[in-house]
Protein backbone atom coordinates (compact mmCIF):
# COMPACT_ATOMS: atom_id res chain seq x y z
CA UNK A 1 0.00 0.00 0.00
CA UNK A 2 1.45 3.16 -0.81
CA UNK A 3 2.55 6.08 2.03
CA UNK A 4 3.36 9.33 2.02
CA UNK A 5 7.06 10.07 3.54
CA UNK A 6 6.74 13.69 5.28
CA UNK A 7 10.07 15.96 5.43
CA UNK A 8 10.84 14.87 8.86
CA UNK A 9 11.39 17.30 11.51
CA UNK A 10 15.09 17.60 12.14
CA UNK A 11 14.97 19.22 15.53
CA UNK A 12 17.06 22.44 16.39
CA UNK A 13 14.29 24.72 15.55
CA UNK A 14 14.44 23.83 12.26
CA UNK A 15 11.48 24.26 10.30
CA UNK A 16 12.40 24.67 6.51
CA UNK A 17 15.20 23.63 4.08
CA UNK A 18 16.26 24.17 0.52
CA UNK A 19 15.84 21.13 -1.99
CA UNK A 20 19.36 20.55 -3.33
CA UNK A 21 18.73 17.22 -5.43
CA UNK A 22 17.14 14.38 -5.96
CA UNK A 23 18.94 11.18 -5.07
CA UNK A 24 16.62 9.09 -6.75
CA UNK A 25 13.50 9.31 -9.53
CA UNK A 26 10.71 8.61 -9.89
CA UNK A 27 9.89 4.57 -10.47
CA UNK A 28 13.35 3.69 -8.97
CA UNK A 29 13.00 1.13 -5.96
CA UNK A 30 14.41 1.88 -2.48
CA UNK A 31 14.88 0.21 0.47
CA UNK A 32 14.48 1.86 4.19
CA UNK A 33 17.54 4.32 5.07
CA UNK A 34 18.02 4.53 1.29
CA UNK A 35 19.51 8.28 0.98
CA UNK A 36 16.36 10.00 -1.55
CA UNK A 37 17.27 13.98 -1.10
CA UNK A 38 20.10 15.99 -0.23
CA UNK A 39 18.50 19.13 1.80
CA UNK A 40 20.19 22.22 2.67
CA UNK A 41 18.91 23.46 6.29
CA UNK A 42 20.44 26.60 7.70
CA UNK A 43 23.51 24.51 9.03
CA UNK A 44 24.21 21.55 6.80
CA UNK A 45 23.61 19.92 3.16
CA UNK A 46 21.70 16.42 4.76
CA UNK A 47 20.73 13.66 3.63
CA UNK A 48 17.43 12.56 3.89
CA UNK A 49 16.98 8.65 4.16
CA UNK A 50 13.97 6.63 3.21
CA UNK A 51 11.72 5.31 5.69
CA UNK A 52 10.56 2.24 4.15
CA UNK A 53 11.07 -0.26 1.39
CA UNK A 54 9.23 0.05 -2.01
CA UNK A 55 9.33 1.75 -5.13
CA UNK A 56 9.03 6.06 -5.63
CA UNK A 57 5.95 6.81 -7.08
CA UNK A 58 5.93 10.83 -6.82
CA UNK A 59 8.10 13.32 -6.01
CA UNK A 60 7.31 16.21 -4.47
CA UNK A 61 9.27 19.55 -5.34
CA UNK A 62 12.22 20.25 -7.93
CA UNK A 63 16.04 21.41 -7.21
CA UNK A 64 16.04 24.72 -5.45
CA UNK A 65 12.27 24.68 -3.52
CA UNK A 66 11.98 25.58 -0.37
CA UNK A 67 10.30 23.03 1.42
CA UNK A 68 8.40 22.79 4.80
CA UNK A 69 9.02 20.32 7.36
CA UNK A 70 5.61 18.37 8.01
CA UNK A 71 5.23 18.61 4.38
CA UNK A 72 4.47 15.81 1.53
CA UNK A 73 8.64 14.70 0.37
CA UNK A 74 7.84 11.54 -1.47
CA UNK A 75 5.17 8.62 -2.14
CA UNK A 76 6.46 5.51 -1.90
CA UNK A 77 4.41 2.05 -2.76
CA UNK A 78 4.42 -0.86 -4.92
CA UNK A 79 5.51 -0.53 -8.81
CA UNK A 80 2.23 0.60 -11.06
CA UNK A 81 0.07 1.39 -7.97
CA UNK A 82 -1.52 4.79 -8.51
CA UNK A 83 -0.94 7.53 -5.98
CA UNK A 84 -3.08 8.33 -3.17
CA UNK A 85 -5.07 11.38 -2.45
CA UNK A 86 -3.41 13.29 0.90
CA UNK A 87 -5.06 12.74 4.11
CA UNK A 88 -6.30 14.99 6.07
CA UNK A 89 -3.75 14.82 8.58
CA UNK A 90 -0.88 15.05 6.34
CA UNK A 91 -2.93 18.73 4.97
CA UNK A 92 -3.16 19.86 8.32
CA UNK A 93 0.42 19.52 8.72
CA UNK A 94 1.10 21.24 5.42
CA UNK A 95 -1.20 24.26 6.58
CA UNK A 96 -0.01 24.22 9.78
CA UNK A 97 3.80 24.39 8.76
CA UNK A 98 3.31 26.77 6.01
CA UNK A 99 1.55 28.84 8.68
CA UNK A 100 4.72 28.98 10.77
CA UNK A 101 7.06 29.45 7.95
CA UNK A 102 6.04 30.88 5.30
CA UNK A 103 7.78 30.71 1.71
CA UNK A 104 7.88 33.00 -1.29
CA UNK A 105 7.83 29.38 -3.08
CA UNK A 106 5.01 27.27 -3.95
CA UNK A 107 5.30 23.72 -5.78
CA UNK A 108 2.75 22.77 -7.60
CA UNK A 109 2.76 19.36 -6.18
CA UNK A 110 1.61 21.22 -2.69
CA UNK A 111 -0.51 23.63 -3.52
CA UNK A 112 -3.38 22.48 -3.20
CA UNK A 113 -2.80 21.68 -0.11
CA UNK A 114 -1.81 24.92 0.75
CA UNK A 115 -4.71 26.55 -0.79
CA UNK A 116 -6.88 25.10 1.88
CA UNK A 117 -4.94 27.07 4.81
CA UNK A 118 -7.08 29.18 6.83
CA UNK A 119 -7.27 32.70 6.21
CA UNK A 120 -7.61 33.16 10.14
CA UNK A 121 -3.76 31.63 10.26
CA UNK A 122 -1.14 33.70 12.18
CA UNK A 123 1.93 34.01 9.91
CA UNK A 124 4.61 34.74 11.82
CA UNK A 125 8.60 33.27 12.01
CA UNK A 126 10.03 31.93 15.07
CA UNK A 127 11.86 34.29 15.70
CA UNK A 128 8.42 37.08 15.84
CA UNK A 129 6.89 34.76 18.00
CA UNK A 130 9.16 34.33 20.86
CA UNK A 131 9.58 38.67 20.37
CA UNK A 132 5.97 38.80 21.07
CA UNK A 133 6.15 36.79 23.95
CA UNK A 134 8.67 38.91 25.45
CA UNK A 135 6.91 41.92 25.25
CA UNK A 136 3.37 40.10 25.86
CA UNK A 137 1.56 40.97 22.58
CA UNK A 138 -1.54 38.28 21.57
CA UNK A 139 -0.51 37.69 17.80
CA UNK A 140 -3.87 37.50 17.39
CA UNK A 141 -4.51 40.59 17.62
CA UNK A 142 -1.34 41.63 15.19
CA UNK A 143 -2.08 42.80 11.64
CA UNK A 144 1.29 41.56 9.31
CA UNK A 145 2.32 44.02 7.40
CA UNK A 146 5.03 42.06 5.45
CA UNK A 147 4.51 39.81 2.64
CA UNK A 148 1.26 37.87 2.37
CA UNK A 149 0.37 39.61 5.38
CA UNK A 150 2.87 38.13 7.50
CA UNK A 151 3.46 39.20 11.05
CA UNK A 152 6.87 40.94 11.55
CA UNK A 153 8.95 42.35 14.37
CA UNK A 154 8.27 46.01 13.52
CA UNK A 155 4.17 44.96 13.64
CA UNK A 156 5.04 43.67 17.32
CA UNK A 157 6.88 46.35 18.36
CA UNK A 158 4.04 48.80 17.37
CA UNK A 159 1.45 47.18 19.17
CA UNK A 160 3.43 46.53 22.63
CA UNK A 161 4.25 50.58 21.85
CA UNK A 162 0.54 51.68 21.39
CA UNK A 163 -0.24 49.12 24.28
CA UNK A 164 2.00 51.53 27.08
CA UNK A 165 0.92 54.79 25.64
CA UNK A 166 4.38 55.70 23.99
CA UNK A 167 4.51 58.22 21.29
CA UNK A 168 7.20 56.40 19.46
CA UNK A 169 6.38 56.18 15.64
CA UNK A 170 7.22 52.85 14.32
CA UNK A 171 10.69 52.36 12.58
CA UNK A 172 9.92 53.04 8.41
CA UNK A 173 11.49 50.89 5.83
CA UNK A 174 13.38 53.23 4.22
CA UNK A 175 13.89 53.58 0.35
CA UNK A 176 17.63 54.27 -1.18
CA UNK A 177 18.92 54.79 -4.52
CA UNK A 178 21.26 51.86 -4.03
CA UNK A 179 23.13 52.71 -7.50
CA UNK A 180 24.67 50.14 -9.84
CA UNK A 181 27.02 47.09 -9.33
CA UNK A 182 27.05 43.27 -9.50
CA UNK A 183 23.82 41.86 -7.12
CA UNK A 184 24.89 38.57 -5.65
CA UNK A 185 21.63 36.61 -4.13
CA UNK A 186 21.56 35.67 -0.22
CA UNK A 187 22.55 31.89 0.03
CA UNK A 188 19.78 30.06 2.17
CA UNK A 189 22.44 29.83 4.78
CA UNK A 190 23.48 33.43 4.93
CA UNK A 191 19.75 34.29 5.04
CA UNK A 192 19.28 31.80 8.18
CA UNK A 193 22.15 33.29 10.13
CA UNK A 194 20.34 36.45 9.64
CA UNK A 195 17.96 35.79 10.82
CA UNK A 196 19.46 33.86 13.64
CA UNK A 197 21.26 37.36 14.98
CA UNK A 198 18.39 39.42 14.68
CA UNK A 199 16.52 36.63 16.61
CA UNK A 200 19.48 36.28 19.44
CA UNK A 201 19.98 40.24 19.57
CA UNK A 202 16.37 41.01 20.03
CA UNK A 203 15.95 37.76 22.17
CA UNK A 204 19.20 38.16 24.51
CA UNK A 205 20.58 41.07 26.55
CA UNK A 206 23.76 41.27 25.43
CA UNK A 207 26.58 41.57 27.53
CA UNK A 208 30.38 41.40 26.85
CA UNK A 209 33.40 41.07 29.66
CA UNK A 210 36.77 40.92 28.15
CA UNK A 211 39.70 39.28 30.16
CA UNK A 212 43.58 38.77 28.98
CA UNK A 213 45.49 35.47 29.50
CA UNK A 214 49.32 35.15 29.47
CA UNK A 215 49.21 32.10 26.96
CA UNK A 216 53.36 31.44 28.12
CA UNK A 217 53.04 28.29 29.11
CA UNK A 218 50.34 26.84 26.50
CA UNK A 219 52.31 27.51 24.05
CA UNK A 220 54.94 26.14 24.98
CA UNK A 221 52.98 22.77 26.31
CA UNK A 222 51.45 22.87 22.98
CA UNK A 223 54.84 23.14 21.18
CA UNK A 224 56.20 20.17 23.95
CA UNK A 225 53.59 17.57 22.50
CA UNK A 226 53.15 18.68 19.11
CA UNK A 227 55.62 16.03 17.90
CA UNK A 228 53.91 13.07 19.13
CA UNK A 229 50.09 14.26 18.15
CA UNK A 230 51.83 15.03 14.42
CA UNK A 231 52.68 11.14 14.34
CA UNK A 232 49.43 9.94 15.63
CA UNK A 233 48.25 12.39 12.37
CA UNK A 234 46.55 14.89 14.85
CA UNK A 235 47.23 18.57 14.26
CA UNK A 236 47.69 20.04 17.47
CA UNK A 237 46.37 23.45 18.16
CA UNK A 238 45.94 25.72 21.38
CA UNK A 239 42.04 25.79 20.98
CA UNK A 240 42.38 22.09 22.23
CA UNK A 241 43.77 23.44 25.61
CA UNK A 242 41.33 26.26 25.44
CA UNK A 243 38.30 24.09 25.15
CA UNK A 244 39.57 21.82 27.77
CA UNK A 245 39.99 24.30 30.71
CA UNK A 246 36.78 25.73 29.67
CA UNK A 247 34.77 22.89 30.25
CA UNK A 248 36.38 22.50 33.58
CA UNK A 249 35.43 26.03 34.40
CA UNK A 250 32.07 25.56 33.34
CA UNK A 251 31.50 22.84 35.83
CA UNK A 252 32.13 25.51 38.81
CA UNK A 253 30.04 27.77 36.97
CA UNK A 254 26.62 26.44 35.56
CA UNK A 255 24.89 29.20 34.99
CA UNK A 256 26.68 29.62 31.88
CA UNK A 257 26.26 26.23 30.30
CA UNK A 258 23.13 26.60 30.17
CA UNK A 259 19.31 26.90 28.36
CA UNK A 260 16.21 29.36 29.62
CA UNK A 261 13.01 27.87 29.08
CA UNK A 262 10.74 31.30 28.81
CA UNK A 263 7.87 29.70 28.52
CA UNK A 264 7.87 27.98 31.88
CA UNK A 265 10.22 30.45 33.20
CA UNK A 266 12.73 27.92 34.23
CA UNK A 267 16.75 27.76 33.52
CA UNK A 268 17.90 24.36 32.26
CA UNK A 269 21.65 23.57 33.30
CA UNK A 270 22.95 21.30 31.44
CA UNK A 271 24.70 18.01 33.09
CA UNK A 272 27.02 17.84 29.47
CA UNK A 273 29.26 19.91 27.86
CA UNK A 274 28.06 19.94 24.31
CA UNK A 275 30.81 22.77 22.86
CA UNK A 276 30.11 24.27 19.17
CA UNK A 277 32.95 25.74 17.58
CA UNK A 278 32.20 28.57 14.83
CA UNK A 279 34.19 27.69 11.35
CA UNK A 280 34.74 30.43 8.76
CA UNK A 281 33.43 28.89 5.55
CA UNK A 282 32.88 30.03 1.85
CA UNK A 283 29.18 30.50 2.42
CA UNK A 284 29.23 31.81 5.83
CA UNK A 285 29.82 30.74 9.24
CA UNK A 286 28.69 27.10 10.37
CA UNK A 287 29.28 25.87 14.25
CA UNK A 288 29.70 22.15 14.62
CA UNK A 289 29.27 21.02 17.85
CA UNK A 290 31.46 18.34 19.53
CA UNK A 291 29.39 16.10 21.61
CA UNK A 292 30.71 15.14 26.01
CA UNK A 293 33.86 17.32 25.77
CA UNK A 294 34.43 16.95 29.33
CA UNK A 295 34.81 12.80 28.80
CA UNK A 296 37.91 13.53 26.09
CA UNK A 297 41.69 14.11 25.97
CA UNK A 298 43.81 16.71 24.41
CA UNK A 299 44.48 14.95 21.36
CA UNK A 300 40.52 12.97 21.00
CA UNK A 301 39.65 17.04 21.06
CA UNK A 302 41.77 17.95 18.43
CA UNK A 303 41.26 15.42 16.20
CA UNK A 304 37.64 15.42 16.34
CA UNK A 305 37.28 19.26 16.09
CA UNK A 306 39.48 18.94 12.58
CA UNK A 307 36.76 16.60 11.19
CA UNK A 308 34.46 18.24 11.72
CA UNK A 309 36.30 21.51 11.02
CA UNK A 310 36.36 19.85 7.53
CA UNK A 311 33.20 18.19 7.31
CA UNK A 312 31.34 22.09 7.98
CA UNK A 313 33.64 23.37 4.63
CA UNK A 314 32.65 20.66 2.67
CA UNK A 315 29.00 21.05 3.71
CA UNK A 316 28.99 17.27 4.42
CA UNK A 317 28.20 17.50 8.92
CA UNK A 318 25.33 15.36 9.69
CA UNK A 319 22.42 16.47 11.59
CA UNK A 320 23.23 15.13 14.97
CA UNK A 321 26.78 17.31 14.54
CA UNK A 322 25.27 20.28 14.29
CA UNK A 323 22.42 20.24 17.47
CA UNK A 324 22.40 19.74 20.91
CA UNK A 325 25.01 22.39 22.20
CA UNK A 326 25.65 23.62 25.38
CA UNK A 327 28.13 26.48 24.48
CA UNK A 328 29.61 28.41 21.67
CA UNK A 329 33.51 29.06 20.95
CA UNK A 330 34.46 31.60 18.08
CA UNK A 331 38.01 31.84 17.16
CA UNK A 332 38.57 34.60 15.16
CA UNK A 333 42.55 34.93 16.93
CA UNK A 334 43.10 32.78 13.80
CA UNK A 335 42.23 34.99 11.26
CA UNK A 336 42.84 38.46 13.28
CA UNK A 337 42.10 41.58 14.88
CA UNK A 338 42.42 42.37 18.52
CA UNK A 339 38.69 42.17 19.75
CA UNK A 340 34.91 41.87 18.32
CA UNK A 341 31.76 41.12 20.46
CA UNK A 342 30.59 37.70 19.59
CA UNK A 343 26.13 36.93 19.32
CA UNK A 344 25.00 34.35 21.41
CA UNK A 345 23.95 31.34 19.64
CA UNK A 346 20.08 30.57 20.82
CA UNK A 347 19.16 28.64 22.94
CA UNK A 348 22.60 28.51 24.09
CA UNK A 349 23.45 31.55 26.99
CA UNK A 350 26.97 32.34 26.58
CA UNK A 351 29.59 32.26 23.88
CA UNK A 352 33.38 32.86 24.30
CA UNK A 353 35.45 35.02 21.81
CA UNK A 354 39.32 34.18 21.51
CA UNK A 355 40.78 36.98 19.33
CA UNK A 356 44.96 36.98 18.08
CA UNK A 357 47.53 36.35 20.70
CA UNK A 358 50.19 38.98 20.58
CA UNK A 359 53.37 39.72 22.16
CA UNK A 360 52.99 42.21 24.40
CA UNK A 361 54.94 44.50 27.02
CA UNK A 362 53.30 43.64 30.67
CA UNK A 363 54.88 44.12 34.41
CA UNK A 364 55.93 40.97 35.94
CA UNK A 365 58.17 41.35 39.24
CA UNK A 366 58.71 45.15 38.49
CA UNK A 367 60.29 43.78 35.37
CA UNK A 368 58.93 44.78 31.83
CA UNK A 369 58.86 41.94 30.05
CA UNK A 370 57.23 40.94 26.63
CA UNK A 371 54.85 38.12 26.86
CA UNK A 372 52.36 36.41 24.68
CA UNK A 373 48.95 38.04 25.45
CA UNK A 374 45.51 36.67 24.62
CA UNK A 375 42.33 38.91 24.95
CA UNK A 376 39.29 36.37 26.16
CA UNK A 377 35.24 37.79 25.47
CA UNK A 378 32.88 36.13 27.34
CA UNK A 379 29.20 37.29 26.05
CA UNK A 380 26.50 36.21 28.06
CA UNK A 381 22.85 36.56 28.37
CA UNK A 382 22.17 39.47 31.17
CA UNK A 383 18.63 38.31 31.94
CA UNK A 384 19.74 35.25 33.69
CA UNK A 385 23.47 36.13 35.03
CA UNK A 386 25.37 39.37 36.17
CA UNK A 387 28.78 40.87 35.89
CA UNK A 388 30.25 39.65 38.97
CA UNK A 389 29.45 35.83 38.21
CA UNK A 390 31.12 36.85 34.75
CA UNK A 391 34.58 38.28 36.02
CA UNK A 392 34.12 35.10 38.43
CA UNK A 393 34.02 32.84 35.83
CA UNK A 394 36.77 34.28 33.35
CA UNK A 395 39.36 34.91 36.79
CA UNK A 396 39.11 31.19 36.93
CA UNK A 397 39.10 30.17 33.47
CA UNK A 398 42.46 31.98 33.17
CA UNK A 399 43.84 31.11 35.80
CA UNK A 400 43.50 27.61 34.80
CA UNK A 401 44.72 28.61 31.13
CA UNK A 402 47.99 30.11 32.99
CA UNK A 403 48.46 27.21 35.65
CA UNK A 404 51.45 25.21 34.87
CA UNK A 405 51.03 22.65 37.37
CA UNK A 406 46.63 21.95 35.96
CA UNK A 407 47.83 22.75 32.09
CA UNK A 408 50.81 19.52 32.70
CA UNK A 409 47.49 16.98 33.68
CA UNK A 410 45.98 17.81 30.54
Request: glycine residues 8%.
Amino acid sequence: MAKHMLFPDVGEGITEGVLVKWLVQEGDAVKEDQPLAEIETDKAVVEIPSQMHGTVLKLYGKAGDTLKVHTPLVTIGNPGEPVPPLEEKIITKTMAATAQAPSTQTTASTAPALQEASSGAILAPPSVRALARQLGVELGSVKGTGPGGRITAEDVQRIKSAAVGSYAVPPKKLSFDLGKGKRLPLTHLRKTIAERMQFSWQQNAHVTYVEEADFTFLLSLRERRREAAEKQGIKLTPLAFIMKALVETLKDHPVFNASLDEEKQELVLHDYYNIAVGVDTEEGLIAPVLKNVESKNILQIAKEMRELSDKARTRKLGLDEIRGGTFTVTNLGSVGGVFASAVINPPECAILGIYRTRQRVVVEDGRMVMKPMTYLGLTFDHRISDGAAAARFMNEFVQKLQEPNWMEEL
